[in-house]
């Protein structure tokens, strides 16, 4: 081999593309990179995940990731004494009903611009994408009165409404872009199959948006169920209806942070997020990949 | 009762007219091809038939009724498009009966159509695939299937074959006429640009330019008896030679041995009326390609004045470009006016 390699550059004059590394090294090398990156990216969850098994005290005592001695009371303290398991289910009530509200409401919403030609659609799209650009802190207070002038400044049904407006004009735009690339031959087969149009968007249209359809509930699962701002303000003189990022906010007490607890509660909030991406991930990049291209 | 008839059709879309006022008549079970260059107004013609384009003024009527007010699904037509429109998310079954289904029709009654309409276009293997796991011979059938299982009064085709390669053309443009004849009550209407497809199935065509019907006939009346020159150039391949006459003179000099040529400004003559002669005859030229068919050869040569004709000869005739040729009109010649209108007296047998 090396004589081989000798005599070559001997009489060749060497290459310098092959000189270097091999496409394979370099494979190896890029890998090595990315997987310190990476794991500078994951340190903060693997982190906490690991304070969350240790007593309060051994956090702060520089132990190593590995728990010492591995314990679940931070887990059942915080579920029962610090009420996370309510806010839990406050949390899944919001998330489950906004996404449900935003998931049809983007879509009918989507196909109306897409497909249909309606007066004033420009002005009105434009006025759509205008709002993007105001940030939540200059709306929430207006926002807040507006639930309360509904009755809802009190109540979850208010933080699940309000959360709904997030980012439903990008979910409306996802959805209006993907219908409106649809050949219109698929709704005029089914309305010479005599479908109505009720049933054409139920049967034909909606099946079809399938990739779309869960990335918006993927984003909006990860927006509500992460949402600070909002339900900080409508739960602020009302304890019992927190979500977890509010709860898990308040483990900060006067003179002691119960970091155990906390990292505890963060754990219980992240785990049903992690969950459904990866059960929804394959999808979920499926869907972004097709509106991008679209 | 399922023929069609237009009735001084027209359509607009805002101050554009894209159908300049259509009469049609399509006889119950007729096959019926429009067909005409791209963009003149088959597809509109069809889909207001169908009822997926308002009609602008005038009548359109199915089986003795006057459609136009009414819904697609209630005009007894069946469509198939050009690029199938298949639910992608439907198995081949669900794709034919989705219609029958959303309209409350029972499920075996849906099950026994759509069987019986896998039978006829031979697709039971595939009933449960979905479309894109079909070829696209596959995929127009199913489209095709879709329509004969609402049992339609008319089916309507906007150029079905056109995504298909040369070879499955072909053999689905069989598998129509076939279909034709199993459904022989029903009534097609078909749209093409392609005049061998026209010429092909049709028992009536008509050829459309521009919004407007420019003749309706049989295929071998359109051929032989063309009413002017938009038609005589269209159907047919190749394309009839014309030439334009200057006293019943061609723009050499010489006079062509047509009676009646002396009122008529242009002289039509397909490939296979002019034959060719040793000396004499009526036109002369230099060949520039020759195209071996197989079971003919088409030369296109160049005339004395410039312009480039088309003549056929055996099978097996030896020519090479660069080489003269000469041909005496041996066959139906046409002849038009100067508003390229036919003029019918030429359209007799030469003996020569
Ligand atoms: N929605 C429309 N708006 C304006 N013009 C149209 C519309 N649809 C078709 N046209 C015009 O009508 C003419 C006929 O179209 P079409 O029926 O599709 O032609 P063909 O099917 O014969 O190729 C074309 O010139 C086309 O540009
Ligand atoms: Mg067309």
Redesign the pocket.
Known sequence: MADAALSRTSFAPPRRREAWLSPRARRTLVSIVLAAICAVWVYPIVWMISASFKTNGEIFADSGLIPDAPTFDNYTRAWREANIGQYFFNTLFVTVGSVIITTIAAALMGYVLGRRPIPGKTALMGLMVFTLFIPQGFTIIPVFELLTSVGLGQSLWGVMLATCGHSIVIFTFLFAGYFGQMPKELEEASRMDGVGPLKTFWYVMLPLSKPIIVTVIVMQTLQAWNDFLLPLVVTLANPDLRTLSVGVYSFRGEHFIDWGGMTAASAITIIPIILLFLFLQRYFIDGLAGAVKG | MSGVILNNVKKR?GA?E?IKGVDIEIGEGEFCVFV?P????????LRMIAGLEEISSGDVQIGGRRVNDLDPKDRGAAMVFQTYALYPHMDVARNMGFGLSMNGWPRDEVDRRVNEAARILQLEPYLDRKPRQLSGGQRQRVAIGRAIVRDPEVFLFDEPLSNLDAELRVATRLEIAKLHGTLENSTMIY?T?DQVEAMTLADKIVV?RDGRVEQVGAPMDLYETPDNLFVAGFIGSPKMNFMALDNGRLPDGTAPAVPGAAGAATLGVRSDALRPVESGGDVAGEITVVEQLGDAVFAHFRTGWGQEMVARFEPGTRLRAGESVRFALAGRTHLFDAEGRALRAAAERLTA
Do not use: I, Q
């Open positions: 879309y554009v894209v005409g791209s963009g003149c107004g088959k597809s509109t013609l749209v640009h459309l």
